[in-house]
């Protein structure tokens, strides 16, 4: 009787023990609001200005180049137009950074949530049928915050990029016109 109640006991003890995986729960939600911290600042970026600096960048490059064409410039003397070209590169592949962050924020959002609801619900397999054990809790916690901290990243990039494509855009264009203005005034005897 007694060795029954012992077991009894004991059964009892470790069906309300910790789950397995409740040791990753801070982790994970630490990371859950790190990606929604960092999704809130992309969200907040002006990325609607995107497609209309893009447009007056490439125009005015156009233009320059057309205005250049059959020049030879040394480095010096092709700053302004580097930077110009580089601008219109960054501006140029913008839209799709922008996709592929929010495509990739909602996933890791949604796999996080999923990985802390299988914990918290005690789930023994995943949607697939696989069974769920501790190492497979300790390898899906591991990849989960690895692909959390790279999206927290890509995101500082892309906003760093969002800004140096943005910032000052219209001073960069005017230096380059007058650039290209001042070369192309300049004698072809004259030039190096």
């Given at each position: 009787m007694k060795l029954n109640l012992l077991i009894f006991g004991l059964v009892l003890l470790s069906a309300c023990g910790p789950k397995p995986g409740s040791q990753h729960l801070p982790q994970l939600r630490e990371a859950l609001q790190a990606v929604d911290s960092a999704a809130n600042r992309f969200e907040m970026a002006p990325h609607f200005d995107v497609a209309k600096a893009r447009s007056r960048a490439d125009s005015a490059l156009a233009s320059v180049e057309a205005r250049m064409q059959g020049l030879v410039v040394n480095l010096e003397q092709g700053r302004p137009f580097s930077l110009l070209d580089e601008r219109c590169r960054l501006l140029k592949k913008q839209?799709?950074?922008?996709?592929?962050?929010?495509?990739?924020?909602?996933?890791?959002?949604?796999?996080?949530?999923?990985?802390?609801?299988?914990?918290?619900?005690?789930?023994?397999?995943?949607?697939?049928?696989?069974?769920?054990?501790?190492?497979?809790?300790?390898?899906?916690?591991?990849?989960?915050?690895?692909?959390?901290?790279?999206?927290?990243?890509?995101?500082?990039?892309?906003l760093n990029f969002l800004e140096r494509g943005l910032t000052n855009l219209d001073g960069l264009i005017a230096d380059a016109d007058s650039a290209s203005r001042a070369l192309v005034a300049i004698p072809a005897t004259s030039r190096p």
């Open positions: 839209p799709g950074r922008q996709r592929r962050i929010e495509q990739e924020i909602d996933r890791t959002r949604r796999q996080i949530g999923q990985l802390i609801e299988a914990i918290v619900d005690g789930a023994k397999v995943d949607a697939l049928g696989a069974p769920i054990d501790d190492l497979y809790l300790d390898n899906a916690t591991a990849d989960e915050l690895r692909i959390s901290s790279h999206l927290t990243e890509e995101i500082d990039i892309a």
